[in-house]
C-alpha cells in the first residue's frame, strides 16, 4: 500500500539553528501539507503546497518556515531559526481526494 | 471557519466496554468526516471515514456515522480491548481543490484489563 514517508524521525537540535524535514508524499498525489502537533495538543494545520506554491498557510507559519519541493519525490520543511517552542511532531500528508494519508511525523526536540 | 469539537479525555473503560467518544463539528461547505487514531508513540492512521450524510464508516470494530441534521459524528465500539488505548481524532476536511484537515483535541482512551 502506498504510503507517506518521512526522515528523519527524531531530530535534537540546539535553538537557532537551521532544521530540514523530509517528507516523500505519495507518488501521484499533487497536495502536499504540513502539520504540527505540540506534545499533549491537537494536530494543527501549518502549510497546504500545489503546483509548486503555497496553497494556504496558517498564522503559525511565519518566515522562519519555508517549503520546497526540490525535486519530484521529496517535499521539504525548513525552519530557519529554531525556537525552544518549535519542538513538536511534524507531520506531512498529502492527498488526491477527500483522504488525507500522513506520514509517521519527525519528532523535533529544540534544546 | 471550520471546527471540531470533541469529548476531551482521558477516558478509561475495562475491556470489553463500551465506547463513545463524541464528536461535533461546523463547516463552510459539505465536510467530509474522519476518525484518525495515534498509538502510543507512533504516528496518525485513518481510522474510519464518511463523504456524505447518513454514511456509516466503519473499521476495525469502531463505527461512527456522519449526522448532519446534528452535525455529529460519534465513534463507538461494543467492545474494547486493551490494544485500542490510544488517543483518537476526530476530523473534517471540505471538498475543494486541497483537503486541508481540522482536527479536534484528541480523546486518550485507555483499557484497562
Known amino acids: 500500500e502506498p504510503e507517506v514517508t518521512q526522515t528523519p524521525s527524531h531530530q535534537v537540535t540546539q535553538m537557532g539553528q537551521e532544521v530540514i524535514l523530509r517528507c516523500v508524499p505519495i507518488?501521484?498525489?499533487?497536495?502536499f501539507y504540513w502539520y504540527r502537533q505540540i506534545l499533549g495538543q491537537k494536530v494543527e494545520f501549518l502549510v497546504s503546497?500545489?503546483?509548486?506554491?503555497?496553497?494556504?498557510k496558517s498564522e503559525i507559519f511565519d518566515d522562519q518556515f519555508s517549503v520546497e519541493r526540490p525535486d519530484g519525490s521529496n517535499f521539504t520543511l525548513k525552519i530557519r531559526s529554531t525556537k525552544l517552542e518549535d519542538s513538536a511532531m511534524y507531520f506531512c500528508?498529502?492527498?488526491?481526494?477527500?483522504?488525507?494519508?500522513f506520514g509517521q511525523g519527525t519528532r523535533l526536540t529544540v534544546v | 471557519g471550520n471546527s471540531v469539537t470533541q469529548m476531551e479525555g482521558p477516558v478509561t473503560l475495562s475491556e470489553e466496554a463500551f465506547l463513545t467518544i463524541n464528536c461535533t463539528y461546523t463547516?463552510?461547505?459539505?465536510?467530509?468526516l474522519f476518525w484518525y487514531v495515534q498509538y502510543p508513540g507512533e504516528g496518525l492512521q485513518l481510522l474510519l471515514k464518511?463523504?456524505?450524510?447518513?454514511d456509516k464508516g466503519s473499521n476495525k470494530g469502531f463505527e461512527a456515522t456522519y449526522r448532519k441534521e446534528t452535525t455529529s459524528f460519534h465513534l463507538e465500539k461494543g467492545s474494547v480491548q486493551v490494544s485500542d488505548s490510544a488517543v483518537y481524532f476526530c476530523?473534517?476536511?471540505?471538498?475543494?481543490?486541497?483537503?486541508?484537515?481540522?482536527f479536534g483535541i484528541g480523546t486518550k482512551l485507555q483499557v484497562i484489563p
Open positions: 507518488s501521484n498525489h499533487l497536495y
Open positions: 464518511a463523504t456524505k450524510a447518513d
Open positions: 503546497f500545489y503546483n509548486n506554491e503555497i496553497s494556504e
Open positions: 463547516a463552510t461547505g459539505y465536510p467530509s
Open positions: 476530523a473534517l476536511s471540505v471538498t475543494g481543490g486541497y483537503q486541508k484537515v481540522t
Open positions: 500528508a498529502s492527498t488526491q481526494g477527500p483522504e488525507a494519508f
